[in-house]
């Protein structure tokens, strides 16, 4: 007989203690049996929600219902980032302490709108941001806010390239009506495509937008920027902003940040660092050089949600000017007014949200848990795998990498001789294809020059280096039987 349930109040504690127990049971046989799953789900677009009722349950239903659903609905469904050979995009890994920051700060479900909403929210972050400054070596003077993701932590930075713009007044008159010539923004060609929607959200529009050319590393041709300015500034547009990426999303190739700086500050224009990415690895003394120059940056992103191992989301955004940030968002209605805003910083006045979820506590546990010392060995790991896998690419001949490797990101074709580039770039296309569908490994790809380039990379938590032989003996298997094939 079916049971029928009316859950008309919450559940008691008794009955939460009971089945918390069970979900923290259920993510660690889930994590301690990560590799039984395969990275990639084999399920076809639509066969999900088809299982799922059209219609939301009238009465409550059993915990254990639920559960039985989540094991047979959604978990074929997934793809696990989790896994340590997930090696595609910039993986982001949730540590075990992150996931359990993570319970808390939903239990706390506190609002960081303001000071007073939430004091500890609010004071933890500020300090997390500023531990999270000082691992990385950001100048003292940059202040920082988490928001979501990079891609709003950048559209932010254009908001203050914006805002910072002297003698108009674009936040009270609208861009059309401000009197200012088109604005331009400057990225390279390999800058990341949230800098592009960034520019399409404040108006600046994709012409706005000129892609600065690469050098044989995929990094800015500083000169080429400066010509850029120069003719745009001749033809009637006005430069306002540039970014530099540390860390592409293709590559990982490393802007020349001092050089680049530099000319920002000749020609008054704001500069934004993209490092969401790869920025963390500054944590490490050898790897402080990727940041040279930082301290003539105004703005600057790193994701801990990607390679610090904080579940998604968090951003950290940083910048020199708050009060540019500020005067580009706060607008503080009578029924927001507190009496200590003069005193305090209340989040709500730097971006665009008002309210703002407990996300400090998910970097205060990874960072109290792992400490600096842990997480500076988890990336020489990492580093460390990431050019053992491109010394095995060098080194076979059936393989070609086509970009350095200045982190745990590599770049790489199989080759087959006597074939077309065109014929190639399907080779590879399709290599990729086998590689994914066994569910043995993720990885993911680009285009580099015209040629479809294979990448993988190294950033995960449980990514260990069998992950990575199995992974590049698979990879090897695969090759043989296409080449035998195609
Ligand atoms: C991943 C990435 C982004 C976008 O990050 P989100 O947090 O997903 O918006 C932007 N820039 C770079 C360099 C990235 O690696």
């Keep these: 007989m079916k049971e029928t349930i009316n859950n008309n109040a919450d559940m008691t504690p008794e009955e939460f203690r009971k089945y918390g127990y069970e979900i923290v049971d259920w993510i660690s046989g889930y994590i301690r049996d990560i590799k039984s799953y395969p990275v990639l789900p ?50 982001s890994t949730s540590s075990m302490p992150g996931m359990l920051a993570e319970f808390l700060s939903a239990a706390f479900n506190v609002n960081g709108m303001v000071w007073k909403t939430a004091p500890s929210s609010n004071e933890l972050e500020e300090r997390m941001l500023e531990w999270l400054r000082d691992a990385i070596g950001l100048p003292q003077n940059f202040w920082g806010i988490v928001y979501d993701t990079a891609s709003v932590s950048s559209m932010h930075a254009i908001a203050c390239a914006r805002e910072n713009i ?7 008159k609208g861009l059309a009506n401000a009197g200012v010539k088109p604005l331009r923004l400057y990225a390279s060609e390999q800058a990341h495509s949230s800098i592009e929607k960034g520019a399409v959200a404040l108006g600046i529009g994709l012409d706005g937008v000129r892609k600065i050319k ?59 660092v993209d490092a969401a990415h790869a920025g963390v690895t500054a944590i490490l003394p050898e790897m402080k050089w990727i940041l040279k120059g930082i ?52 989040y709500m006045d730097y971006g ?37 896998f491109a010394g095995w690419i060098d080194e076979e001949k059936n393989f070609e990498r086509l970009a350095p490797v200045p982190f745990s990101t590599i770049c790489f074709r199989a080759l087959s001789a006597n074939r077309s580039e065109v014929q190639i770039n399907k080779f590879n296309e399709k290599l990729l294809e086998e590689i994914n569908s066994t569910g043995k490994v993720l990885l993911s790809h680009t285009i580099l020059n015209g040629k479809f380039t294979i990448r993988l990379v190294v950033s995960g938590i449980r990514t260990a280096e069998n992950d990575l032989r199995d992974s590049w003996q698979l990879i090897n298997e695969k090759f043989n039987q296409l080449s035998d094939r195609f």
């Design 295 to 346: 301290e003539k940056a105004d703005s600057f992103v790193v994701n801990p949600h990607k390679w610090m191992f904080v579940p998604l989301d968090f951003s950290a955004f940083y910048t020199s000017k708050p009060e540019v940030l500020k005067s580009a968002f706060s607008i503080v209605p009578d029924y927001l007014k507190t009496s200590e805003d003069n005193s305090v910083k209340n």
């Design 352 to 388: 665009i949200q008002l309210g703002r979820r407990f996300r400090s506590m998910k970097l205060w546990f990874v960072f109290r848990y792992f400490g600096i010392e842990g997480l500076m060995k988890i990336y020489r790991e990492h580093l460390r795998l990431g050019k053992l």
């Design 166 to 172: 002297p003698g108009i007044n674009i936040r009270q």
């Design 214 to 272: 690469v050098d044989k590393e995929f990094k800015i041709i500083p000169s080429e920027l400066k010509r850029a300015i120069d003719e745009d500034r001749e033809n009637g547009w006005f430069p306002f902003c540039a970014v530099a990426t540390i860390g592409t999303t293709s590559t990982t190739s490393i802007d020349p940040l001092d050089e680049i700086a530099d000319i920002c500050r000749n020609e008054n224009i704001w500069l934004h």
């Design 42 to 91: 084999a399920v076809k677009p639509g066969e999900i929600k088809s299982k799922l009722p059209s219609m939301p349950p009238l009465h409550g239903e059993t915990f254990e219902k639920i559960i039985s659903d989540l094991n047979n609905i959604i978990m074929p469904g997934m793809t696990h980032w989790n896994h340590p050979n997930f090696m595609a995009y910039f993986n």
